[in-house]
Antibody
Framework: QVQLVQSGAEVKKPGASVKVSCKASGYTFTGYYMHWVRQAPGQGLEWMGWINPNSGGTNYAQKFQGRVTMTKDTSITTAYMELSRLRSDDTAVYYC???????????????WGKGTTVTVSS | EIVLTQSPATLSLSPGERATLSCRASQSVSSYLAWYQQKPGQAPRLLIHDASNRATGIPARFSGSGSGTDFTLTISSLEPEDFAVYYCQQRSNSGAFGGGTKVEIK
């Protein structure tokens, strides 16, 4: 079945970086854009950006430009999201989510990982 | 940047009642709007895309309508498993979400 399996929880200090992985299975990895969405404790959803696993092209939300890097390793069908210069308000659950469109980004997400909790604390 | 405003923040209803949730965009997003459901401790689930198209496997009691700046998600008769938080999302300009509406048991 189609699934996205994310890496485990992380605890980081302010100023550090975190890299979260998302392993896809059950479908053609290169055929669907991958999004990253985060959710701070008790808050709503925040779209961070997407990566095209075929070309490696990316589109980041303006808020995260300069701090986020999305990459992929096609050989192991895994997408990555790295966030640098972490602050306490980056504490959140980070989700990867597959776009519904084949070879096109519709920005709608039909398959989600279970989320990775990132805690930023000194 | 397009801002999505959802109302009400909380909706208190009983099972079997009809739920009507609103999402208003700060500028037109055409029909490029989706609805998601999220339960505590779970990832969101896509319910509706392009304003009125139900995603695969979504029950018919969920329906979406609207275009331009005003959108509605209707749950015709609430089932116990429908009590959750609902988010709208636009794709007209990036993938921003609204702030959410919590549907709670009255």
């Amino acid at each position: 079945q189609v699934q996205l399996v994310q890496s485990g929880a992380e605890v980081k200090k302010p100023g550090a970086s975190v890299k979260v992985s998302c392993k896809a299975s059950g479908y053609t990895f290169t055929g669907y854009y991958m999004h990253w969405v985060r959710q701070a404790p008790g808050q709503g959803l925040e779209w961070m950006g997407w990566i095209n696993p075929n070309s490696g092209g990316t589109n980041y939300a303006q808020k995260f430009q300069g701090r986020v890097t999305m990459t992929k390793d096609t050989s192991i069908t895994t997408a990555y999201m790295e966030l640098s210069r972490l602050r306490s308000d980056d504490t959140a659950v980070y989700y990867c989510a597959r776009d519904i469109g084949l070879s096109y980004s519709y920005y709608y997400m039909d398959v989600w990982g279970k989320g990775t909790t990132v805690t930023v604390s000194s | 940047e397009i801002v999505l405003t959802q109302s009400p923040a909380t909706l208190s209803l009983s099972p079997g009642e009809r739920a009507t949730l609103s999402c208003r965009a700060s500028q037109s997003v055409s029909s490029y709007l989706a609805w998601y459901q999220q339960k505590p401790g779970q990832a969101p689930r896509l319910l509706i895309h392009d304003a009125s198209n139900r995603a695969t496997g979504i029950p018919a009691r969920f329906s979406g309508s609207g275009s331009g700046t005003d959108f509605t998600l209707t749950i015709s008769s609430l089932e116990p498993e429908d009590f959750a938080v609902y988010y709208c999302q636009q794709r007209s300009n990036s993938g921003a979400f609204g702030g959410g509406t919590k549907v709670e048991i009255k």
